[in-house]
């Protein structure tokens, strides 16, 4: 398995499933302790453990190995694309999945290796479509630039051009099973767009979907030369697809990829029929910059913001102004739920606990779709980038003198389903229209840029537009996984005890880790009745690691836990299904250094001490938890789970199974006697 995993995915597993190395240091010592392995490549030496593979070998000597297969972010290779083959003993094996042994000699660049490149590219160029101009990977296509490297021409006639007698039975029959996975029709769901025709068969997206993120939604149809990456159920958007974009984020083409919306938005730009609004969530401001060429974590902010002002935006508004909202309504419901746990009192309202964060709209699906006995433990208030909607339509257009209608409000996020969630009926308001008029990705933004060669890097800098551009540290840590929890507990803490957190920082939540955990103790002088309290707090990022915290929960063998942030994507929205495509293994790292940067020179680190918040409260919500604050800034859940494939929930398949072993035990035990 080892020689399968990227070096840094390597560290971070050995880490955390390890009791004895707790650290990425004590797994680095681990792996210089293993028993090496000399391997010459390219007549360079070097000892790696073994297990090792080639590709990984050769990446430690700084030599190039094409790939279309392999992904830093993924834990295994299929090793289906056969581009990585070198030579090694006189044949041709492929690197990514040959581990390496003692006295092993391989070449890179031998004739025979070169051939067999530029022929499998060649092969795939010729069953590709030929549509580069109007694909949106155009310039960042991985397949393009090996294509390009390799200076591979028309040497196989495209594959498509060729006419065969039973190609018209055989479109029919794809169309049958694939007309709402290939997006020729239309958007496969309102954040997901998938086209197989463009599929390399590289099988990056099944093992995000099923590895990674254990959702199965995706995996792998047919045989021999017809096997292919497809949605597994009828239709993806009937499926238990939670629209997280993992998937897209390491396709190496553009056969999965986000909703585009970015030529809507530069429509509505350039036409200036409404009034341009925009808005940015925390994670793309250290995304931006990466994008655009420079290095991950590169932080543009004052940038950003005049690039959007040159695109044509008449106000630029910041998330995290409603990322500080959405702390003072959280925290008030979390206060709520625990007063009326430790029995201070009586709040016929407050749901049960563990509270649930709702920040994540992939999260959201995923209990609506398959836990929704979990629906009373979610929050119910708005992620903020809807509560940002809901303040600029209903406060800030009032204030300005425009109708909302009048207004076009953009929301620049790191996340796919954020799209999705800007449409769900649940965020309407009756007679009302959607709060957040259109959701582009990073790569969008990236787009836009690119589109309208606008410099980003060399714009000088410029702030955010004031009511709603103003925030505060814990605002920005949003971004990362642990941050939403962070957060709420600096004001939490605050609140219910009148002292202020004794260390800002919680480092027991932050970091990769897919699990963590931590109890805050309330001090002993704190006001009767919670001094001495603990708040036992999880924290859980990527789904699949949210699926095995809730077994643990289920099965009794996790804590019993009062407040759990999730959020989908590994890292966090740092690492959201619409950042930047990288190949970098620690730049979701690298985002987070920066993200954790950004909230240490803020000036004000705590959400409560914000005062374009307060004066919000004073001018217009009048107090957190309050009417106006239910009706602009919360919302509600439906249960999903028999609406989608298949059609039951968790909890429901394991009470069948639980019944189905129980039965099977009475036939076993009748059968003994």
Known sequence: MLSRLGHARALTALADQSPILTTAQDAEKFAQDAK????????????????????????????????????PRLPTTPGTCRICLVEQGGRLVPACATPVTDGMEVETDTPAVKDSIRGTLALLKANHPLDCMNCDADGRCEFQTLIKRYNVGDEIPSLRSLHHEWDDEVQSDFEALHLTTTGHDGPTTAAIDIDLEKCLKCGRCVTACGLVQEMNVLGWQGRGQDRHPAVLSEALDLSKCIECGQCSSVCPVGAIKERSEWRAV???????????????????RVAIGEEVGQGPGAVNLGQMVSAQRELGFDYVL??????????????????????SAWGLASQEQAGPLPMF????????????????????????????????????????????????????????????AKKHEAEREEQLRKGELHDVDYVLTTREFGHLLRTKNIPLASLPESNFDS?????TGAAVIFGATGGVMEAAL??????VSGQPLPKLEVDEIRGLRGVKEAVVKLPGNAPEGVAGKEIRVAVASGIGNARHLLQAMEEGSAPTYDFIEVMACPGGCIGGGGQPKTQDPAAVLKRMGAIYSLDQRSALRKSHDNPEIQKLYEEFLKSPGGELSHELLHTRYTDRSHQTLPAYSVGERRADQAQHEVGVGGVAKQTQK
């Open 318 to 339: 910041d998330v995290d102004f409603a990322a500080d909202l959405t702390i003072m309504e959280e925290g008030t419901e979390l206060l709520q739920r625990l007063q």
């Open 266 to 284: 530069l429509d509505e730009l350039e036409s200036k029929r409404k009034v341009m609004v925009a808005m940015t969530a925390p994670a793309v």
């Open 357 to 416: 964060t709702s920040c994540c709209p992939g999260w959201v699906t995923l209990v609506e779709k398959s836990y929704p006995e979990l629906i009373p433990n979610l929050s119910t208030c708005k992620s903020p980038q809807q509560m940002m909607g809901a303040v600029v339509k209903r406060h800030f257009a009032f204030k300005l003198g425009i109708k909302p209608e009048d207004m076009c409000l953009v929301s620049f996020m790191p996340c796919t």
């Open 490 to 495: 600096r004001t939490a803490y605050e609140v």
């Open 36 to 71: 090496k392995a000399k391997v010459t490549i390219n007549s360079k030496p070097i000892q790696v453990p073994e297990g090792t593979s080639i590709l990984h070998a050769a990446t430690q000597l700084g030599l190039y190995i094409p790939t279309l297969c392999t992904h």
């Open 467 to 471: 009511p709603l551009g103003a925030s």
